[in-house]
Each structure stands twice: as C-alpha cells, then as structure tokens.
C-alpha cells in the first residue's frame, strides 16, 4: 500500500508554453500533498504544500503565479508550470501524507525539459 | 528554522563491509521525527528508517540502523553487510512532531558508492 504516481514521467515543452504534472495517491486518501524540485546532484527543495479544498501554502521564493498548484481531491494534486522557460527544466516530485501519520510517500517523479 | 546537515557528500564501501552516513541537525524542539531516505538511480525516494525523538532506543531495520545522540543533535546511519543496490543518495531529514508540522527539512544528501 501506500503508493503515489506522477505523470507523465518526462515532459518536454517549449518556452512560453504550460505543462501540467499530475501526482495521485492510488490506494490510500492523502489530505496533504507536498511538491518538491530537485536540481541534478542536489537535495529535494520544498515548493509548496498542498491541502485537499485550500489554497497551498508556498515557500518563500516560490512565486505562486507560476507554480499554480491544484488540489481538488483526495486523490488528486495537479501542478502546472505556466509560461515555462529553460531555467524551470528541473526533477519535480510529489508527495502524500496518509492520514494523520508522520510518513511522507513519495512519487517516482516527473522530469520537465524547456526548450 | 531547523537544519539539516551532512557533512559527506561522498562515500563509499566494499560490498559485504560496513558504512556509516553522518547527520547533524539544529532544532529548539524537543518532539521531532528524524528520517533517512534513500534515492537510487530511478529517483524515487525510499523511506529506509525512522526515529521518534521521545524513544532512547535506536530505530533497526535489518540491515540498517541509526545512532540517534539526541544531546549532541547527531543521527547516523550505519548499513551493514553492504550490498551492490544500497547504492544510492542518501538523505537525512527532520521534521517537528507538532500537529500541522508536517514539512520535511532535508540534507544535502550523501553519495553512497560500493565497490564489488
């Protein structure tokens, strides 16, 4: 149990145009979702914080117009890059908290390549 | 704000011998959750083994287990009889017990290598 999956699994667009990253939890209810960037070679940056029916909650530095995050359901969290360019190229990744408990799972990521 | 730190960013073992990862961390908390996860080539995060900052006793799990040194703010990793797929980044986190607490603070990460 306690799987998350992400799509798609790569992406690329071009500069100017959005793309949406999908992130799901298949078997279990996650009130909180958490999006994270990873440059190559480095550690997991926490984006922004998800909540089921409210507003996510960004992290500083994170502008929230072009991360606009999307958590609609219990199953669900939508994260889309809008007018992309080459510098938002990055490893995104999603993940869940079940319940009221302390884990974090997370999704297998979503590589986003601008050109 | 908490931190985390690993001081290593590379490492590396023979296969069958053993490996300790290093992490300190910062907090004025006293009821914190610390974590380490692994990233394999694939990218995706594994969670290898928890602590519960109220327990005294060190979290095992099979091969792995922790130092946790709560007065010292230090939790090691050490991986026994190493094996070719614990090859990986390794991460230590941290995060606060209280309700709502819910964002994980990361290290930098350790490059775990082991030589056949």
């Known amino acids: 149990g306690a799987v998350v999956s992400q799509h798609p699994s790569r992406v690329i667009c071009k500069s100017g145009t959005s793309v949406k990253i999908e992130c799901r939890s298949l078997d279990f209810q996650a009130t909180t979702m958490f999006w994270y960037r990873q440059f190559p070679k480095q550690s997991l940056m926490l984006m922004a914080t998800?909540?089921?029916?409210?507003?996510?909650?960004?992290e500083q530095g994170v502008e929230k117009d072009k991360f606009l995050i999307n958590h609609a359901s219990l199953t669900l969290s939508t994260l889309t890059v809008t007018s992309a360019h080459p510098e938002d190229s990055s490893f995104y990744i999603c993940?869940?908290?079940?319940?009221?408990?302390?884990?974090?799972?997370f999704g297998p990521g979503t590589r986003l390549t601008v050109t | 704000a908490q931190t985390v730190t690993q001081s290593q960013p590379e490492m590396s073992v023979q296969e069958a011998e053993t490996v300790t990862l290093s992490c300190t961390y910062d907090?004025?908390?006293?009821?914190?959750?610390l974590f380490w996860y692994k990233q394999p080539p694939s990218r995706q995060m594994i969670l290898v083994i928890r602590q519960e900052a109220y327990k005294q006793q060190n979290a095992t799990e099979n091969r792995f287990s922790v130092n946790f040194q709560k007065a010292a703010k230090s939790f090691s990793l050490k991986i026994s009889d190493s094996q070719l797929g614990d090859a990986a980044m390794y991460f230590c986190a941290y995060r606060r017990a209280s309700e709502g607490a819910q964002k994980l603070v990361f290290g930098q990460g350790t490059r775990l290598t082991i030589n056949p």
């Open positions: 907090t004025s908390e006293s009821d914190y959750y």
């Open positions: 993940s869940a908290r079940r319940g009221a408990k302390y884990e974090q799972y």
């Open positions: 998800s909540n089921e029916g409210s507003k996510a909650t960004y």
